[in-house]
T-cell receptor
Framework: AQSVTQLDSQVPVFEEAPVELRCNYS??????LFWYVQYPNQGLQLLLK??????LVKGINGFEAEFNKSQTSFHLRKPSVHISDTAEYFC?????????????FGTGTRLLVSP | DADVTQTPRNRITKTGKRIMLECSQT?????MYWYRQDPGLGLRLIYY???????NKGEISDGYSVSRQAQAKFSLSLESAIPNQTALYFC???????????FGEGSWLTVV
């Protein structure tokens, strides 16, 4: 069965510093990979997704992620964070192409941006 | 209007009571899901449905039931609520062709 590991439960960072949120997955078949963001007291918003093609995926709010098949990773990066990026970030995987799509989530990483 | 609407948004109920969370979507997708979010555990799948006649258990279905009343409606029931079902519940619908899943705003449920 597929699974997703987000090793960092919390990442503190200063404003304007770069940040990387790590995500590793386990799956023996092709995967679709996603990053979602949850701002305080809100629902989930899609940041970016990898379905196929270029392994470097750009998303909203200046975030990007790189799919690395050999390392089974899909780390999220931003070169310069803002206070408003403070939120919880979830990595998710969906396995299959023509089959059903149900998302399996990691446990989340809380990004804390301070001045 | 939101693509996925959940009601109620907040509910406090007592142990042993029956509670229903309702979800409706305007995306026109066949696939719908109920997830539960707990701190430190991420989101876990409770039930999912690929169409009106298809219902499947997720990884944590015990203590829950669902009803797919129409393509656009998918409700989650707790027949006899218990305190460890206190959580944030999300409904979602997906378009597998686009690799897109759309989430509702969430329903906070507290069981006392």
């Amino acid at each position: 069965a597929q699974s997703v590991t987000q090793l960092d439960s919390q990442v503190p960072v200063f404003e304007e510093a770069p940040v990387e949120l790590r995500c590793n997955y386990s799956s023996s078949v092709s995967v679709y990979l996603f990053w979602y963001v949850q701002y305080p007291n809100q629902g989930l918003q899609l940041l970016l997704k990898y379905l196929s093609g270029s392994t470097l995926v750009k998303g909203i709010n200046g975030f990007e992620a790189e799919f690395n098949k050999s390392q089974t990773s899909f780390h999220l990066r931003k070169p310069s964070v803002h206070i408003s990026d403070t939120a919880e970030y979830f990595c998710a995987v969906s396995v299959g192409n023509t089959g059903f799509q149900k998302l399996v989530f990691g446990t989340g990483t809380r990004l804390l941006v301070s001045p | 209007d939101a693509d996925v609407t959940q009601t109620p948004r907040n509910r406090i109920t007592k142990t042993g009571k029956r509670i229903m969370l309702e979800c409706s979507q305007t995306k026109g997708h066949d696939r719908m899901y109920w997830y539960r979010q707990d701190p430190g555990l991420g989101l876990r799948l409770i039930y999912y449905s690929f169409d009106v006649k298809d219902i499947n258990k997720g990884e944590i279905s015990d203590g829950y039931s669902v009803s797919r009343q129409a393509q656009a409606k998918f409700s989650l029931s707790l027949e006899s609520a218990i305190p460890n079902q206190t959580a944030l519940y999300f409904c979602a619908t997906s378009d597998p062709g686009q690799g897109a899943t759309y989430f509702g705003e969430g329903s906070w449920l507290t069981v006392v």
